[in-house]
């Protein structure tokens, strides 16, 4: 039986797997300690279960257990590394690059930056989304600190050249940062071969609980410090003060277990599916597919239908297919998506945009029906939409003298 | 973001979707919006030269299903009407129809504006001055 709603926004956030679950209840109710007591056994258990997670996670990455510091989520991994190293390397230097197409949290942490003293160079991204790499060595200056360009983009999965980025930073003596929220558990994320000097990264994404999340930071060639931005008791060497959720770290821990278990099998099922409903789509007239293909998360399809807009669209299943629209109807600014128009996109593209984010419980069945429910809401709503009218008719829609409201 | 059963039942089952002849001297169109702004809106009415009386109206419309209910609900409410009444329509009427949040009131005012560049149209195309409207509600 097909189980609605289905459930295709797995880059906002993805369900707990089960497994999961099970692992973090023990140390709600019996198992309460608080991982900094040092004194008695509740203390010393909530360690041990921290550092086990701690190892768990560390192997999904490819690091050594003392590099991990947890935190809240990749909101304030991103905060902490940036901000972090902006604050310990002042005197090396007060030039950061990043990207257009970066997360908000890492955006406006480097305008924040600006504010006490930063320069920040933005590098624009090409028509795929991919940043451009000698622009990026173009833009190194002897007073650059850091790098900090996401693994993998939230709205269009496109995966950045990593190593690539990693080894100018080297080359020119800055850090690199990356924000690897959407590619850590989805795809294999070394930190040593990639080159990363620090990462955020969090649970939710990954079938994991919300509200706990990790700051990888290298120990070793070079040894990274970042200056805390929560003060008190000194926790995570000292980087990241405030009692540890140790139920959420457990689950952490059992997630990013099972996302290096599974990971070789659940891409090439999600793959498969994500293909099919991306060539079924494809096959409607006036469809594109935004960000490079080869380089891109095996579970994300970002498609824009043209002459229907986002929101319009979504409505004709929205109470049985969860996704998102890079049209911004609802917000105030009615501003689509900067991430696509960062690509190139005109506005009109942009606002006709869906994400589809696929995940470890789709299956065949749900596809099918998001297809099937997909396809005809745009084609009953272009027979309703004045712009197709107007293509059809040969109308040169630019061309067109719109009065912006 | 929840839609009103009425939004919903609009979107669903728009009324009066579809084209008229635009070279018509009986029809007057306005086409308002942008697609770079995610809603453009087309209304379109037929007048009867003996009564005055609004007879048809159609409507196509590129957004969202706030913006698709506003303007199926307008020709709703225009077929029927003379001109001086169909002017008389104001946004903040489709807003309470419909129940739409604060976010979608600029879904009404785009409705709004369509009747009113439909009606200029339809007055300048039968020799009549195009009237001169003040902003509405937003």
Redesign the interface.
């Known amino acids: 039986m097909l189980k609605l709603p289905i459930y295709l926004d797995h880059n906002s956030t993805t369900p707990m797997d089960p497994r999961v679950l099970e692992a973090m209840l023990p140390y709600f109710l019996e198992n309460f300690g608080n991982a900094a007591s040092r004194n008695h056994s509740f203390g010393w258990q909530a360690e041990e279960a921290v550092d086990y997670a701690r190892e768990q996670i560390a192997q999904l990455i490819g690091a050594d257990p003392k590099e991990i510091i947890f935190t809240s989520g990749a909101t304030e991994g991103n905060n902490l590394g940036i901000k972090g190293v902006y604050e310990m390397y002042a005197s090396k230097g007060n030039h950061i690059i990043t990207s257009t197409t970066e997360h908000k949290a890492v955006l406006d942490t480097c305008k924040h930056l600006e504010k006490l003293g930063a320069e920040v160079t933005y590098l624009e991204v090409q028509p795929d989304g991919l940043i451009d790499l000698k622009q990026l060595e173009a833009a190194m200056k002897p007073t650059t600190i850091l790098v900090a360009i996401m693994y993998a983009n939230n709205e269009i999965g496109v995966i950045q050249p990593v190593k690539e980025i990693g080894a100018i930073a080297k080359k020119h003596g800055a850090l690199f940062f990356t924000d690897a929220v959407q590619a850590v558990g989805k795809i294999p994320v070394d930190v040593i071969s990639d080159g990363i000097d620090i990462m955020s990264f969090t649970a939710h994404k990954m079938y994991g609980p919300k509200g706990v999340g990790a700051l990888y930071v290298r120990r070793k060639n070079p040894r990274v410090k970042v200056t805390a931005q929560i003060d008190g008791g000194g926790h995570e060497r000292g980087m990241r003060s405030g009692t540890l959720n140790v139920p959420g770290i457990v689950g952490f821990g059992k997630a990013a277990e099972i996302a290096k278990t599974d990971m070789a099998g659940d891409t090439e099922r999600v793959s498969k599916l994500r293909d099919k409903l991306e060539n079924a789509l494809k096959l409607i007239d006036e469809t594109y597919v935004n960000g490079n293909p080869a380089h891109r998360l095996p579970h994300v399809s970002n498609i824009s239908f043209k002459y229907v807009e986002g929101e319009g669209l979504m409505m004709g299943f929205n109470k049985d297919i969860a996704l998102s629209s890079g049209s911004a109807c609802t917000s105030a600014s009615l501003e689509p998506s900067y991430v696509l128009k960062a690509l190139g996109l005109g506005d009109d593209l942009a606002h006709s945009s869906l994400r589809f984010g696929l995940g470890r419980y789709t299956t065949e069945e749900q596809i099918d029906f998001t297809i099937k429910a997909v396809t005809d809401t745009v084609l009953k709503l272009r027979e309703m939409s004045p712009l197709w009218e107007m293509f059809k008719e040969g109308i040169d829609i630019d061309a067109i003298q719109w009065a912006h409201h | 973001?929840a839609?009103s059963n009425k939004v919903?039942d609009h979107?669903s089952n728009?009324k009066n979707?579809g084209?008229l002849d635009k070279a018509s001297k009986s029809v007057g169109t306005g086409?308002?919006?942008?697609?770079?702004?995610?809603?453009?809106?087309?209304l379109q009415i037929e007048v009867d030269e003996a009564t005055g009386l609004i007879t048809d109206a159609k409507f196509?419309?590129?957004?969202?299903?706030s913006?698709?209910a506003s303007s199926s609900l307008a020709t709703e409410w225009l077929k029927g009407k003379t001109i001086d009444e169909a002017v008389k329509i104001d946004n903040m009427d489709l807003v309470e129809e419909l129940s739409l949040p604060p976010?979608k009131i600029?879904c009404s005012?785009?409705a709004e504006?369509a009747i009113k560049a439909a009606i200029n149209d339809f007055r300048v195309k039968n020799g009549l001055a195009e009237l001169v409207f003040e902003q509405s509600h937003v």
Not at chain 2, 31 to 42: S, Y
Not at chain 2, 60 to 65: A, S
């Open positions: 973001m839609y919903i979107y728009p979707v084209t086409l308002v919006g942008a697609p770079e702004c995610g809603d453009v809106m087309r196509k419309t590129f957004g969202c299903g913006a698709i976010v600029h005012v785009l504006d």
